[in-house]
């Protein structure tokens, strides 16, 4: 299995504890003013920005744990993708992929049922771009799947 990411920059462990830290922190900022709101008769509309500190403490913890980033895991038989920061990584397995096309600075990956996936590549990337592609090309030729490199609208 290949790991690439799909960050424009791999965050260090300095950087991570960092998050950890200060995720912690706004939790506890959020979770001392919560009380004083509630001592408080005049709480008015500072929930909002209460539960928003809540919430950014607890990505802030997630993103530092390493859950957050973005990559492309190619294996013998199969594809994960994680796109996204928040949510999750998706299976593809070999036997229901129709077609892979290799765009410029993305992959579409067309699967039998009509569904495409594309995985965009961050623009800075150049040398990862290029190891993605040739790593997609052989996943490709390897499980006997059309793979297709293509120009931008053609």
Same mark, same amino acid.
């Given at each position: 299995?290949? =790991?690439?990411?799909? *960050?424009?920059?791999?965050?260090?462990?300095?950087?991570?504890?960092?998050?950890?830290?200060?995720?912690?922190?706004?939790?506890?900022?959020?979770? &001392? &003013?919560?009380?004083?709101?509630?001592?408080?008769?005049?709480?008015?509309?500072? &929930?909002?920005?209460?539960?928003?500190?809540?919430?950014?403490?607890?990505?802030?913890?997630?993103?530092?744990?390493?859950?957050?980033?973005?990559?492309?895991?190619?294996?013998? %038989?199969?594809?994960?993708?994680?796109?996204?920061?928040?949510?999750?990584?998706?299976?593809?397995?070999?036997?229901?992929? %129709? =077609?892979?096309?290799?765009?410029?600075?993305?992959?579409?990956?067309?699967?039998?049922?009509?569904?495409? #996936?594309?995985?965009? #590549?961050?623009?800075?990337?150049? *040398?990862?771009?290029?190891?993605?592609?040739?790593?997609? *090309? *052989?996943?490709?030729?390897?499980?006997?799947?059309?793979?297709? %490199?293509? =120009?931008?609208?053609?």
């Amino acid at each position: 299995m290949k =790991r690439y990411s799909l *960050e424009n920059r791999e965050s260090n462990k300095l950087v991570r504890i960092l998050q950890i830290l200060f995720g912690i922190a706004c939790i506890i900022t959020a979770g &001392w &003013w919560a009380v004083y709101m509630i001592k408080s008769l005049e709480s008015g509309n500072y &929930w909002i920005a209460t539960l928003f500190m809540f919430f950014f403490g607890a990505f802030q913890i997630y993103s530092g744990l390493g859950y957050a980033s973005k990559y492309l895991i190619i294996g013998k %038989e199969t594809l994960k993708i994680k796109k996204a920061a928040i949510g999750r990584e998706q299976l593809i397995r070999n036997s229901d992929i %129709e =077609r892979i096309d290799i765009l410029p600075l993305s992959i579409s990956v067309t699967l039998r049922n009509g569904k495409t #996936f594309n995985v965009s #590549f961050p623009v800075t990337l150049n *040398e990862t771009i290029d190891r993605v592609k040739d790593a997609i *090309e *052989e996943f490709g030729r390897d499980n006997k799947i059309l793979t297709e %490199e293509k =120009r931008e609208g053609k």
